[in-house]
């Protein structure tokens, strides 16, 4: 990067840690420290949950996953808007009552004390994990970029994040995330206008689109109904549904966003403008990629977007990965100017032309593709990275190789705020469920007493998502490795909930055990791979419900107690 980059870079967090550490002081007690004093408006709300969700595995891994599979990544958003609607009306008014710091809280009040402990277990370890791999993400950054190994920049990325959530606790947390959003949108409209701007002179916004759809990226819907596609309107829609509902309903890392709003109304609101905002915001980012497709349509394209990986593999292996490399450059040449060959007909209005002229350019495509896949298969395989493939690396390297100085370092430090709004989020909730749910009396005996416990749990947490990085470069495409491992747990979480809510009759022991078994049975379905992971929330959401729905009748009711308030 060039000078001005790393001042771009470097002010731009530093600023981002002291803004942090000023929002985040004076801390009075759990209840400031955790809940930031319940003193939030509706649009910081809104910025935290969006903040929160759109990690920087959203900015950096989709636009590569838009460019390798194009834009069906979209449809497991569809079922958003509907859940933002049930958890306004059923979900909020609860927390909202009980005044809670955790939404596990509810479960031991409506049944018991070991519901709630397993119910937050299977938040902590879920979460736990899935913040390791957010921390991994921007550490990818400071690798490619100081040439450092992806351990040492995992431990740069957390730790730096620590200081300001374990400081400031849910405030420093909230005003953080309201900045970084902000910013975030901004440098990635400027990302998207950057790529079009570099697109060949004769080429503009309507037929890079129209290249892209022939090419198959903009495949925003796609309705064959398959158990095993990942991505369909009807997963997208029913499992999206329940994923969403157990993410914004259930998990603390979101919970805890919208309970510190000053009132229920403000975080309603806040809740359901995220669900109007965050499919087209969604759709944008992924079209970003899309568009980089295009770019590289028409310039020089790498076979192998991990650029550290590819030089590995000419160096041990120079004759085939020359041979290999040239070959996709003449398929890169080849298939610029069939693309070139397609726009000019297209423009001339020649049926007859532009449907040859078609033709050769998807011949074109596919050769390279099977090419372009050939050696990414043989790189993972012969371990020249721990990557699964280079998706997560082709935004990045577009920004560093095509974009002006100060975009480039900006656009780095989007990534990286990107990163610790949803970081520092997960340990401000991590802390949160361990320190409330898992402790047998009061977290403190004075206010200064609180704060140092939550504090300890935030550092705990910290180091242990900071130790889970360590191994996420085994998980392929990030944005998916995330929504696959919330899926392992998150159905089963919502069941426990939908039981308790909707469920009147049902009681502790019955709803731990369905709980239990229905845990098992999604991890052994997903181990036998018959459904995508998106199935697994309805899965899960759905045993629970339905083992309580049966057992019920066996067992004499509990006294009714909150089910029915």
Same mark, same amino acid.
């Given at each position: ?94 927390? &909202? ?20 402990? =397993?119910?937050?277990?299977? =938040? ?24 450092? $190994? ?74 064959? =109904? ?38 229920? &109304? ?135 190789? &095509? ?103 049902? $009681?502790?022991?019955?709803? =731990? ?53």
């Amino acid at each position: 990067m060039s000078t001005v980059d790393w001042i771009v870079l470097l002010l731009t967090l530093a600023a981002m840690i002291g803004y942090g550490l000023h929002k985040g002081r004076e801390q009075n007690g759990a209840h400031s420290y955790l809940l930031a004093d319940r003193k939030m408006q509706w649009y910081v709300v809104l910025l935290g949950v969006m903040a929160t969700q759109a990690s920087a595995i959203t900015f950096l891994s989709a636009p590569g996953l838009a460019y390798t599979d194009g834009m069906r990544f979209v449809q497991n958003y569809f079922g958003l808007p509907i859940a933002m609607v049930v958890i306004c009306g059923s979900f909020i008014p609860v927390f &909202s009552r009980l005044n809670v710091f955790t939404a596990y809280e509810y479960l031991e009040e409506r049944f018991d004390r070991r519901t709630r402990l =397993f119910t937050s277990f299977l =938040f902590l370890l879920s979460r736990g994990l899935s913040t390791g791999i957010s921390i991994y993400a921007p550490a990818i950054i400071l690798s490619t970029m100081l040439n450092l $190994n992806i351990y040492i920049t995992n431990v740069l990325v957390g730790g730096l994040l620590i200081i300001y959530t374990w400081a400031g606790g849910a405030k420093a947390v909230a005003h953080t995330q309201k900045l970084q959003f902000l910013i975030i949108l901004g440098a990635m409209a400027l990302s998207g206008i950057l790529v079009v701007n570099r697109l060949p002179e004769n080429i503009g916004f309507a037929d890079a689109l129209y290249l892209a759809g022939k090419s198959g990226k903009l495949n925003a819907i796609t309705t064959d =109904f398959n158990w095993h596609d990942k991505y369909n309107i009807w997963s997208g829609v029913i499992g999206g549904f329940f994923l969403s509902l157990s993410y914004f309903g259930t998990d603390q890392s979101q919970v805890g966003r919208y309970i510190t709003a000053k009132d229920t &109304s403000e975080s309603k609101t806040g809740l359901l403008l995220n669900g109007l905002v965050k499919i087209p915001m969604q759709f944008l980012i992924l079209l970003i990629g899309v568009l980089v497709f295009i770019y590289y349509t028409f310039n020089h394209a790498a076979p192998y977007y991990n650029s550290k990986a590819l030089s590995q593999y000419q160096t041990t292996e120079p004759e085939k990965a020359n041979q290999e490399i040239y070959r996709y450059n003449n398929l890169v040449n080849e298939t610029r100017s069939r693309a070139a060959e397609v726009i000019a007909a297209r423009k001339a209005g020649n049926e007859t032309t532009l449907t040859t002229t078609l033709a050769g350019y998807e011949d074109a495509h596919h050769r390279k593709q099977q090419l372009r896949d050939s050696i990414s298969h043989y790189i993972s395989d012969k371990k020249y990275t721990p990557d699964k493939s280079d998706t997560n690396y082709i935004f990045l390297y577009f920004v560093k190789n &095509s974009l002006p100085a100060g975009v480039v370092g900006l656009l780095f430090a989007v990534i990286i705020l990107a990163s610790w709004g949803s970081i520092s989020a997960a340990l401000n909730s991590l802390a949160a469920s361990s320190l409330i749910d898992l402790s047998t009396g009061n977290v403190g005996d004075t206010p200064e007493s609180e704060v140092q416990k939550g504090r300890n749990h935030t550092l705990a947490w910290g180091l242990f998502c900071i130790g889970v990085a360590m191994f996420a470069t085994k998980m392929g495409s990030l944005i998916e490795a995330v929504n696959i491992l919330g899926s392992l747990f998150y159905g089963t979480i919502l069941g426990i909930f939908l039981v308790a809510l909707y469920l009147k009759r049902a $009681n502790g022991r019955i709803t =731990f055990w369905a709980a239990v078994i229905a845990e098992i049975a999604v991890i052994g379905v997903y181990l036998t791979g018959w459904v995508s992971f998106l199935w697994l929330n309805v899965i899960g959401a759905g045993l629970v419900y339905l083992i309580c729905l049966i057992t019920i009748p066996f067992f004499r009711p509990k006294s009714p107690n909150l089910a029915a308030k």
